[in-house]
């Protein structure tokens, strides 16, 4: 009963970041003379809706996201505000306007929780690593490790603190067979320590550990609010630029033969299946702590959704866009029977792929 709360949480903090995107574009579709047929929050059945100075407004029983629909969209029509009438720039502003407010909601999002210390920086790593956390009745708590500790080496070996130097101490403490004994080199308060344990076999991971976790490697954010924003919107472009990388590495994978790492691409079932779970863990620690990860997955999905439909192919924002742009440069419009059949093109290949990859997260939920 708990799990199917969190799913149904992860489903409908899906349907908010959509509804935003498509509110964006009413927003500005409006703002710009376009005449709207319908906004829906959530798709498939109509619970309930009304009608207003003649738009329709409803509220649909899938919570998935909604739909705003323009006169003109896709069609011609004679209705002075339809969208087939608007100058380029007015069309182009509307369309981006989804993605735009995404990204805007992102960045909201990102400054609170940078102003909070609840994410860390990612660009600024620390040179070692340190304790988050030492189990109770381990070597490590044995030998007098405490959280906060900074691990300088391991037998005279220099630890980084990326994930390079994480693998590194896992080698070297795997390596120590049970009853062995490792030096580890521990800053402390000002002071260096050299504090000897013996590393004990766990059966669960099949390896020789010694307890403790670490923290992340990057350093914590100490900013005011007025400070944050600023990072807030480097942040939000680290994402773009790594996101694009995804993308580009992705389409080389697929045209050279190399392949997807699985798990590299989710659909709707494995971002629900992972959102919800960090939410369960989150509020399985503290209350503040589970609406630390909404807001933090609000951030991270609506940042992704932005990026996502700059992408020019047809049936997304990016496609529609490419196309304005041709017409612009052309001075006359597209036959809107080929360009309607080319987004149509666009858009089932994209419910075929989104098909696939839904099976390939039900498929790895399964195993």
């Known amino acids: 009963m708990i799990n199917l709360l969190y799913i149904l949480l992860a489903l409908v903090l899906l349907g908010v970041i959509v509804t935003v995107h498509e509110f964006g574009h009413y927003l500005v579709g409006r703002a710009c003379g376009i005449g709207v047929i319908e906004f829906s929050v959530g798709m498939g059945p109509k619970l309930f809706g009304w009608e207003r100075k003649g738009i329709k407004y409803s509220l649909r029983l899938l919570p998935l996201g909604g739909y705003c629909s323009f006169v003109g969209e896709d069609e011609n029509s004679d ?11 007015k069309r182009m502003l509307t369309v981006l306007a989804g993605p735009a407010v995404n990204l805007l909601l992102a960045v ?18 620390d040179s070692q690593p340190v304790l ?5 009745n381990s070597a490590a708590a044995e030998a007098g490790l405490l959280p906060g ?12 603190c990326d994930s390079a130097g994480m693998e590194r101490a896992r080698e070297i403490i795997g390596a120590t067979p049970a009853g062995g004994t490792l030096t580890l080199t521990v800053k402390r308060g000002g002071e260096t320590l050299d504090v000897t344990l013996s590393p004990r076999y766990s059966e669960e991971d099949g390896r ?8 992340s490697f990057y350093r914590s954010y ?25 993308l580009k590495n992705l389409l080389v994978g697929l045209f050279t033969g190399q392949g997807v790492q699985d798990g590299a691409v989710q659909g709707v079932v494995g971002i629900v299946s ?7 863990v989150g509020f399985g620690t503290t209350f503040v702590d589970g609406l630390y990860s909404i807001l933090y997955w609000l951030m991270i999905i609506s940042m992704n959704l932005g990026i996502m439909n700059l992408l020019p192919l047809p049936a997304l924002d990016g496609g529609r866009v490419l196309f304005l742009v041709i017409e612009g440069l052309r001075g006359k419009p ?21 098909i696939f990859i839904t099976y390939k997260d039900i498929v790895a939920l399964v195993h």
Do not use: Y
Not at 80 to 89: D, E, S, T
Not at 274 to 280: A, E, G, I, N
């Open 132 to 136: 988050l956390s030492v189990v109770e």
């Open 222 to 246: 100490d900013l005011n609010v007025f400070e944050a924003i600023p990072e807030a919107f480097k942040l939000t472009w680290r994402v773009v630029v790594e996101t694009v990388k995804f």
């Open 274 to 280: 992972t959102v919800s779970d960090d939410m369960k």
């Open 108 to 125: 909201i999002v990102a400054t609170g929780l940078i102003a909070g210390g609840v994410i860390v920086n990612p660009f600024e790593v």
């Open 149 to 160: 500790d900074t691990i300088a080496a391991i037998d005279g070996e220099a630890i980084s």
């Open 208 to 215: 020789t550990m010694i307890g403790v976790s670490f923290q």
């Open 79 to 89: 209705n002075p505000h339809a969208m087939n009438n608007q100058p380029v720039w």
């Open 334 to 354: 597209f036959n809107r029977e080929r360009e309607g059949l080319v987004n149509l093109i666009g858009f089932a290949l994209l419910i075929m792929l989104a």
